[in-house]
């Protein structure tokens, strides 16, 4: 997959949106028509575009696709066989477990626009969506959440670990690390399945505090590995977006690349029955 083409479109199609949102409908400001957006996104999703993309909400996409947690097993969650790792603790018990670890880094183009991957030697530490800005302010909140540890730039040494990053049912170790409560929001959003959604009450409510969405929303904001740990499957309960740590633009089109993949498997699936 050439990314660095993924990541024009996807810089092409961010610029649309935000034309869109702002009710200029026929001609785009970047001088693409709507036949044109729709044939860049196809060519970025490999499947036609089935809706608008619009960055306020999903609409009849959440009743549509919502999962309910509490049934998951956890096989059914992304990621679930890897040997992860989950350190549980306040941040001065972490500055001292971080003593010793080299976190290696580097800087990738992607689906999603360029992005920041980090990794121990133990497994994938970070990773993060750089919208319109460079990885400084990235590399530098990792440097606090790791602050004992050493950082090197080594991209030969992380890029096998992104070959495999959009790969369907990707197996890669994590090594992550944050409070008790994160751990637990965390562990949860590894069971939404690709191409479903949850919502904060919902993972409220399945860790017996139905009261805590606001609390929910903080932990999931929190979310060092964004896409592997899928943050961007949580909407409110209205369908809204909600917030997202690398930008609601990055979080709408992440839902409708994967609604693209799952809508192309059926229709792929229905054409074969024929």
């Given at each position: ?5 993924k990541t024009q479109q996807y810089n092409t199609l961010s610029e649309v949106i935000k034309v869109t949102d702002s009710r200029e409908k026929r001609k785009m400001q970047n001088g693409l028509s709507e036949a044109e957006v729709a044939a860049t ?20 996409q959440l009743n549509r696709k919502r999962v309910n947690i509490d049934e998951m097993i956890s096989s059914e969650g992304n990621h679930q066989k890897a040997n992860h790792i989950f350190w549980e603790g306040h941040k001065s018990n972490r500055q ?179």
């Amino acid at each position: 997959m050439d990314f660095a083409l993924k990541t024009q479109q996807y810089n092409t199609l961010s610029e649309v949106i935000k034309v869109t949102d702002s009710r200029e409908k026929r001609k785009m400001q970047n001088g693409l028509s709507e036949a044109e957006v729709a044939a860049t996104f196809s060519k970025w999703a490999g499947a036609p575009l089935q809706e608008k993309l619009t960055l306020d909400r999903l609409p009849n996409q959440l009743n549509r696709k919502r999962v309910n947690i509490d049934e998951m097993i956890s096989s059914e969650g992304n990621h679930q066989k890897a040997n992860h790792i989950f350190w549980e603790g306040h941040k001065s018990n972490r500055q001292t477990l971080a003593e010793g670890y080299i976190i290696r880094w580097g800087q990738f183009p992607s689906l999603f626009g360029d992005m920041l991957v980090l990794a121990t030697d133990q497994g994938l530490c970070g990773l993060g969506f750089l919208g319109p800005y460079d990885g400084t302010p990235i590399l530098n909140d990792f440097k606090c959440r790791w602050r004992r540890a050493e950082f090197h730039e080594d991209i030969d040494a992380v890029a096998p670990i992104v070959t495999s990053i959009f790969q369907p049912r990707a197996n890669i170790p994590l090594h992550v690390w944050g409070t008790k409560f994160q751990i637990r929001i965390w562990r949860q959003l590894l069971k939404i399945p690709f191409g479903h959604l949850s919502t904060y009450s919902d993972l409220a409510r399945v860790i017996g505090m139905p009261k805590a969405s606001r609390a929910v929303g903080n932990a999931v904001g929190q979310n060092p590995i964004s896409w592997l740990i899928p943050c961007h499957r949580v909407l409110r309960l209205t369908g809204e977006l909600g917030g997202y740590r690398w930008g609601k633009m990055t979080k709408r089109l992440m839902l409708a690349w994967e609604t693209a993949q799952v809508d192309g498997h059926i229709r792929r699936k229905e054409e074969q029955a024929h």
